[in-house]
């Protein structure tokens, strides 16, 4: 242990003292595969670690979110709605299956599922971990260091190890009592959301009836004459200018409202969407006792994390209860054990994606009239979906649900989308010394392992409301969708491990053993048929008519596995680590379902061999070759059968996609070269890597003829390579005056690219979107590029049909018109010190990559953006029609290679955006740099505090600026959700900077 020198002072009765170990003795140590520790200089591959209370500084409904510019190598990228899920690729996409991390509790995987209904994402399940119970995070990037897991590990691992309690002693007393409280508050950064043009109102431009064409007309105040009224089906801003005249609006059209056949001002609305969101409140407060007794240390915590979202009626709510001790039952046995559970209830998040989605209104189709206040009150004074959006007035008279868009509120108090998961983690391990001696050590672990959930998830739409799919059969504006899930996994290790000494420079450590895993998931998902008899009853037993089959799986699969590693040391400066892992899978036929897997690694401490200098500390190569195996995903191997409702009742019909009965493992290989300095008595450090992967024989379903019976079949084929280097800069207690300075840099560099696919096929959708835009693998080309229209070119020029003065486009959509894979992430840590004092600023971003704004490629061309709305070459509106001097010259050539002069009306609906543009005018440059935190603490003086031992006081912000973006009116480290497409924006909440208070005290 590490001498500790304590300054009296005042204190007369009472000190404490927490011993820590001395890690210029023993090395710095990590947590490695299956959770073992392992000294890093030992390690031939990269280990990358980040303590608890660096993660916990900033309270966040998800851990990982926390790891953003903190780790070379990971990308992390987050959808900003209350509750969503996180992206987490290590080392680059390579696979055209799942790319995410897999994520370790205590030595044991975790499940790690993505969940979300009709649309809706409910997160990941890695949110069920507490925060407050993690001691430290690795993070293993390469196959060599996660090879020990397996294929479920081929993307590399992050490895969370718990507290389990702490070797403390404090007047007699062997426990503590811990507070920790913590409250956020959230400020909308505008940035991110849309900056409409304030001109314009309803409309698609002149093109009906009233005063300039741009009005309806209806007898509204009952005199028997036509009256003007805004043209309230039409979801654009492309109408008549504002002038403060007095119309008819969408509320005077509705006879529950005091305002109905009531004029007024034609003009902004008061209250724009801004005045839509609530002010995002975070409350997070935890118990905690821990302490030790004569056989081992134990951890019991309480945690309440409540966080009120942005949007009206979201919520998310968690109590975590966990336990964790360690237990000496003599010298010989010893046990670990951590229990945790975990109960969440989420309500009324934000839907992904285009439809259903409030933000996709706001971004691309909306009024600027339109009074989110006066929208409000009409919702709670009626209850009633009286939007903005009829589709004339007799039907709001009459109470026709709106045309396209809901009342907001309505939408947000009535058509909730809700769930509720309750999740159980349980890990009992015991360890039993075989034997030990100066030379010799050999113990065993039997370790039992469990992660056990259910969820409810439900989505509602009240009678009443405009019709869309995803509600069951045959409803008529209203339905009822529920999906319930059962997860158990359970994990059984057996491992020896051993460490002898064979000569008096020659050591040996390793460990043998066999993992035993069994997985089970039951799933059912049912909807309401017909929609609903009576409002507000969301149940099965409202259905207008008999529920329909429902959507029901039940997945059992399993795998076994035995497993080694040896690793030689000569004189403590040369180690070489051997590998292997079998695995036999239960998705694989008999004949391929067992495959094996080698690494091997080494590490030169050549700083070992050099005379004593000042300058070099330490020095290190490492250097590692791993295959890692990879199995199929359920269902793939045999033919299944699934519900079919067809004339005269319900049946059973075969799969569309045909299994392939002699699936082969997917295979990866990786290889790994890396340098670790450490200069001027460990002040100063450097760790650079560089590494190349290669996935081939990837499980994927192909397209095929349908004159073969199938849509698709699944094949083994592709091939996708990454190449790529990380570098952290690190700087350590380094003096200024008295201040004590720290400071990291984290830069990672990958490339990639699809080698081969099957044969045959050139592409790969990863997934189409609305607009016609694709992600796709594309043979030859990086993983994850964008098809789309583009520009047509003459020499190099941008080529306008000269007839509209429109830009020319491509007939096909085949075109590669972006990249998704970012050029680099940095991340840049500075810690600062002064006596009682901390401060610490975290700044991150992205450079490069591609991001296509549907939001952009919609709302130019309905006119809410101010880009539509500027003074051309004229000096005049650009909104004027060409008599008028409006319009504007778009820069580029006829196809006769003569400079365009043509005109393009910009009047109307259409005149910008997709109406008039390719696809390649809406990718944008993903780059970013933001302030991502800053943080101060103050350790509070105590003495004068009886029975309080600690207690500190910070102040956090986080999101607090974003420095640099290229993607106009949102954040371009939104996402639509984990998986594959992190290219696409569409209907993304806007970012809330945070700010948090945070107080500790110890007892």
């Known amino acids: 242990m590490a001498t500790r020198e304590i300054v009296v002072g005042e204190r007369v009765s009472i000190i404490d003292v927490i011993m820590q170990d001395d890690l210029e003795t023993l090395g710095e140590v990590v947590v490695t595969a299956l959770g073992i520790k392992r000294e890093k200089k030992a390690l031939g591959y990269a280990v990358q670690q980040v303590g608890g209370d660096e993660l916990n500084s900033v309270k966040s409904g998800n851990v990982v979110n926390q790891l953003s510019g903190k780790v070379a190598g990971v990308n992390i990228k987050r959808n900003t709605g209350i509750g969503s899920s996180t992206n987490v690729v290590i080392r680059g996409s390579s696979s055209l299956g799942s790319n995410q991390a897999l994520f370790v509790v205590d030595g044991v995987p975790i499940v790690n599922r993505k969940s979300g209904i009709g649309g809706f994402d409910f997160g990941s399940t890695i949110q069920d971990i507490n925060p407050e119970d993690i001691a430290s995070i690795e993070v293993l990037k390469g196959a060599a260091a996660s090879v020990l897991y397996g294929s479920q590990a081929a993307n590399g691992v992050i490895m969370i190890t718990t507290k389990k309690g702490e070797l403390a002693e404090r007047q007699g007393r062997k426990f503590k009592l811990s507070l920790n409280s913590s409250a956020t508050v959230g400020f909308l950064d505008k940035s991110t959301f849309p900056k409409y043009q304030k001109k314009y109102g309803a409309g698609y431009g002149p093109e009906y009836e009233g005063n300039g064409k741009y009005w309806n007309l209806g007898d509204i105040d009952g005199d028997g004459n036509n009256d003007e ?15 403060g005249h007095n119309t008819y609006h969408w509320w005077s059209l509705y006879k529950d409202l005091d305002t109905y056949k009531k004029k007024g001002a034609w003009k902004y609305a008061d209250n724009d969407p801004l005045a839509y969101f609530e002010t995002p409140v975070t409350l997070s407060n935890s118990v905690i006792l821990s302490g030790s007794g004569d056989m081992g240390t134990y951890r019991l915590s309480y945690t309440n994390y409540n966080e009120s979202g942005a949007s009206p009626n979201s919520t998310l709510e968690k ?9 000496d039952f003599s010298d010989k046995l010893s046990a670990t054990t951590s229990f945790r559970y975990n109960y969440q209830d989420l309500i009324g998040l934000n839907a992904i994606g285009y439809t259903d989605n409030d933000m996709t209104m706001f971004r691309q189709w909306f009024q600027t009239n339109v009074d989110l206040k006066q929208q409000k009150e009409a919702f709670e004074k009626t209850g009633k979906n009286l939007s903005w959006n009829p589709k004339n007035a007799e039907k709001a008279k009459n109470g026709v649900p709106p045309i396209y868009w809901d009342n907001l509120y309505f939408a947000r108090y009535r058509n909730y989308s809700s769930m509720g998961r309750g999740r159980y983690l349980g890990n009992v391990a015991l360890n039993y010394s075989i034997f030990k001696s100066n030379k010799t ?11 056990t959930y259910s969820e409810l998830q439900e989505k509602r739409l009240e009678k009443g409301s405009t019709k869309r799919g995803g509600f069951g059969p045959g409803h008529s504006g209203s339905g009822y969708v529920r999906g319930d899930i059962r997860s158990r996994v359970l994990n059984y290790d057996a491992i020896v491990n051993f460490d002898f000494v064979l000569a008096p420079k020659i050591g040996l450590t390793g460990l043998v053993g066999g993992t035993i895993r069994r997985q089970y998931l039951d799933r059912i998902n049912t909807s309401t048929n017909g929609g609903l008899k009576f409002a507000g009853v969301f149940a099965f037993s409202n259905s207008v008519n008999p529920l329909s089959p429902s959507d029901e799986s039940r997945v059992r699969t399993g795998r076994n596995s035995i497993y080694g590693n040896v690793s030689f040391d000569y004189d403590d400066f040369l180690f070489l680590e051997l590998a292997l892992r079998g695995d036999k899978s239960s998705t694989l036929p008999e004949k391929n379902a067992t495959y094996v897997y080698p690494s091997v690694s080494t590490s030169f401490v050549f700083s070992d061999l050099l005379p004593h200098n000042p300058i070099l500390t330490f020095g290190k190569l490492r250097i590692n070759y791993a295959e890692v195996g990879g199995s199929a995903p359920f269902a793939y191997l045999k033919d299944i059968y699934s519900p079919f409702v067809g004339v005269g009742g319900g049946s059973l019909a075969l799969s569309r996609t045909k299994r392939e009965p002699n699936l082969k493992p997917e295979r990866q290989t990786s290889l790994e070269a890396g340098l670790d300095l450490k200069l001027f008595d460990n002040k100063l450090g450097l760790d650079i890597g560089a590494y190349q992967t290669k996935t081939k024989d990837q499980i994927i379903a192909t397209d095929v003829s349908t004159t073969s019976g199938f849509s698709k079949k699944v094949v083994n084929a592709g091939e996708i390579r990454n190449r790529g280097v990380e570098l952290t800069l690190s700087a350590n207690n380094i003096d200024i005056g008295p201040v004590k300075w720290s400071s990291s840099i984290n830069w990672t560099l990958n490339r990639n690219k699809v080698l081969s696919l099957a044969k045959g096929l050139d592409t790969y959708q990863l997934g189409s979107f609305q607009g016609g835009v694709s992600v796709n693998a594309r043979r030859g080309e990086p993983f994850g590029v964008i098809y789309g229209t583009d520009f047509v070119y003459l020499d190099g020029k941008k080529v306008v049909d000269p007839s509209t003065g429109k830009y020319k486009k491509t007939s096909n959509s085949d075109n590669v018109i972006g990249d998704q894979n970012p050029n680099w992430l940095a991340g840049f840590k500075n810690s600062f010190a002064y006596k009682k004092l901390n401060l610490d600023f975290l700044i991150d971003g992205r450079y490069g990559g591609d991001i296509f704004s549907l939001d952009m490629y919609y709302g130019l061309a309905t006119g809410l953006y101010e880009e539509t709305t500027f003074t051309n070459d004229l000096g005049k509106p650009v909104r004027n029609s060409l008599e008028d001097g409006g319009g504007f010259v778009n820069p580029g050539v006829n ?46 003086p105590v003495k004068r505090f009886v029975g309080l031992s600690a207690a500190k006081l910070s102040i956090v912000g986080s999101n607090l600026i974003i420095l640099y973006k290229n993607l106009p009116h949102a954040d371009p480290e939104a996402t639509s959700g984990a998986g594959n497409v992190q290219s696409y924006s569409v209907g993304t909440m806007p970012l809330f900077r945070q700010i948090s208070l945070n107080l500790s005290l110890t007892f």
């Open 229 to 243: 009224y805004v043209v309230t089906s039409e979801d654009a801003s492309y109408g008549a200018p504002f002038d």
């Open 895 to 940: 196809p006769n290679g003569r400079e365009n002069i043509a005109r393009l009306q910009a009047e109307s609906f259409g005149s910008f955006g997709y109406k008039s543009l390719p696809h390649k005018a809406f990718v944008y440059d993903a780059s970013y740099i933001k302030l991502r935190e800053v943080s101060l603490g103050y350790d509070i």
């Open 319 to 327: 109590n975590s209860v966990s336990f964790g001790s360690t237990f």
């Open 441 to 451: 050590n050999v113990n065993a672990l039997l370790r039992f392992a469990t992660d």
